[in-house]
């Protein structure tokens, strides 16, 4: 290896870890996604820390909780002076670069970030704050003069990518670079016709957890099947550009001086327990992706079950890549974990807020844990919601909160979610109590003002029980 190793972060926005080919799911067309696990290490339990967007990302990039950063909600900006993924790797001496969704720097969601320190050590920049509009791209580089180029959004920004490597590839200092894709987020059906047309919605087997009758406003006007098929065209479309960047990196002679990651940031319900899109403790929600690929530091087709949360990311990348890991981060280094028989039993998860589709669906703010086998998740007041038992009962149809022979486990998955609630300082209060005590109550209320004017659908959230 001539110099230090790269780094290349590729993430989706709403892709479930369970729908891939190499995942089990044979369904859906992901050759490239199944190469780079067959090349590498995929794991069986990544798991989306808060599984919705922007917290998510918060966690992902600053290796810190909500009750850290104070991101609980989506639209909250991240504050500056945060240590990140991005400054960590330009102290290391890498070129850094950010291409595609960013969804941390608060209202308004096309609001340009100018170079500084709202970008957190990220140098070349070829992003936007939020817009899921695929047939409609837009970028903003170094001035607030939006750049609109037309196209597919997930193949514009592979091509930019694609530039970023072709002209660091021969660079004496190694680079870091983030692509964040935005599907297969909805809107579902913003996919091309050529991925489109290589799923029939009648053919397609839905998972035995999903309810598509279900009175969920969210699915109204909704086809399921139709929706599922554009769900996996979109993962296909982001497959096929995925491939493009690991063809590159083979001509450009750096595939094995590269870290290269594949991930998401949450998941998708699509009608599982009836519900849409993100925000709760069921695994399609809270499971995603997590492949890696490093030459000569990760073994070929590893397969590993150790729990790894969205918290644990970073830290595990700058293990991997030698990188000094800094005190600020709350994460976990499970660069050698993963490989060996570790202790380590479970992943904290949460919903620090109940907003958008939370409210509209009934999901109250829920705190949970996740260990290799069992789901648990608790309601504000420390009331007990869900249990399952994941490796008998993998489509979580069967709540054993209630049932007495499961007391001892539910017991000893409580005691877990105190320490976890203990070590993240979290007060586990009610959404606005949440806000006012961290800081962004104000925040919160001007984005929800803008989001979800009076007379919206969507209205703050009721006492209404947990589904």
């Known amino acids: 290896m001539s110099k230090r190793p790269n780094l290349l972060l590729v993430f989706a926005d709403q892709m479930r870890g369970m729908d891939m080919c190499c995942a ?27 599984p919705v967007c922007g917290p998510n990302r918060g966690i992902l ?26 400054s960590t790797a330009r102290a290391e001496g890498y070129q850094t670069g950010y291409i595609g969704k960013w969804h941390l720097d608060g209202m308004p969601r096309d609001k340009f ?73 909805d809107p579902y059906d913003q ?19 999903v309810q598509p009758d279900s009175n969920n406003p969210l699915a109204k006007g909704l086809e399921c099947r139709r929706v599922t098929a554009d769900y996996y065209a979109a993962i296909t479309a982001l497959d096929h550009e995925l491939g493009r960047l690991l063809d590159t990196l083979d001509k450009l002679g750096i595939a094995d ?10 998941g998708d319900m699509l009608w599982s327990h009836g519900l849409m899109k993100k925000q709760t403790p069921y695994e399609e929600s809270i499971l995603v992706p997590f492949i890696a690929r490093f030459p000569g530091r ?70 949970g844990v996740r260990t290799r086998r069992y789901t648990y998740a608790e309601t504000v007041g420390r009331r007990p ?26 017991t000893r998955l409580r005691s877990m979610l105190d320490q976890w609630l203990e070590r993240t300082g979290d007060l586990f209060l009610p959404t606005e109590d949440m806000m006012r005590h961290y800081g962004v109550l104000d925040l919160w209320k001007k984005r929800e003002l803008e989001m979800h004017p009076p007379g919206s659908m969507v209205q703050p959230a009721t006492e209404s029980p947990p589904r």
């Not at 001086?257 to 949450?266: E, R």
């Not at 869900?386 to 993998?394: A, E, R, S, T, V």
Request: aromatic share 12%; charged share 20%.
């Open 24 to 50: 089990g799911n044979r369904q859906v067309h992901t050759p490239n996604m199944d190469r780079l696990a067959g090349q590498g290490l995929r794991l069986t339990n990544a798991i989306a820390t808060s």
């Open 61 to 86: 990039f600053t290796a810190s909780y909500p009750t850290t950063t104070a991101v609980m909600a989506n639209d909250i900006p991240l504050p500056e002076g945060r240590v990140t993924l991005g």
């Open 113 to 185: 970030t100018p170079p500084g320190p709202r970008r957190f050590g990220w140098d070349f920049w070829a992003a936007y704050n939020c817009s899921h509009d695929y047939f409609h791209p837009r970028y903003y580089r170094d001035d607030p003069k939006v750049i609109e180029p037309g196209g597919y959004e997930p193949t514009v920004q592979t091509n930019l990518a694609i530039e970023f490597l072709q002209q660091r590839a021969g660079a004496p200092d190694p680079f870091s670079l983030i692509l964040s894709w935005g599907p297969p987020h």
């Open 191 to 209: 996919v091309p016709s050529v991925y489109r047309d290589q799923y029939d919605p009648a053919k397609l087997l839905l998972r035995p957890n």
């Open 257 to 266: 001086d590269t870290l290269v990651v594949f991930t998401s940031d949450h």
């Open 298 to 367: 990760i073994p070929a087709g590893e397969i590993r079950s150790l729990p790894m949360g969205t918290v644990d990311v970073a830290p595990t990348l700058a293990g991997w890549l030698g990188w000094t890991i800094p005190p600020q981060w709350e994460g976990r280094n499970l660069s050698t974990a993963l490989f060996q028989d570790s202790d380590i039993e479970s992943v904290f998860i949460a919903n620090h807020g109940c907003y958008d589709e939370a409210v509209m669906q009934h999901v109250a703010e829920w705190r």
């Open 385 to 410: 919601w869900l249990l399952f038992d994941n490796q008998i009962d993998p489509f979580q149809l069967q709540n054993l909160v209630a049932d007495g022979r499961h007391s001892a486990i539910q």
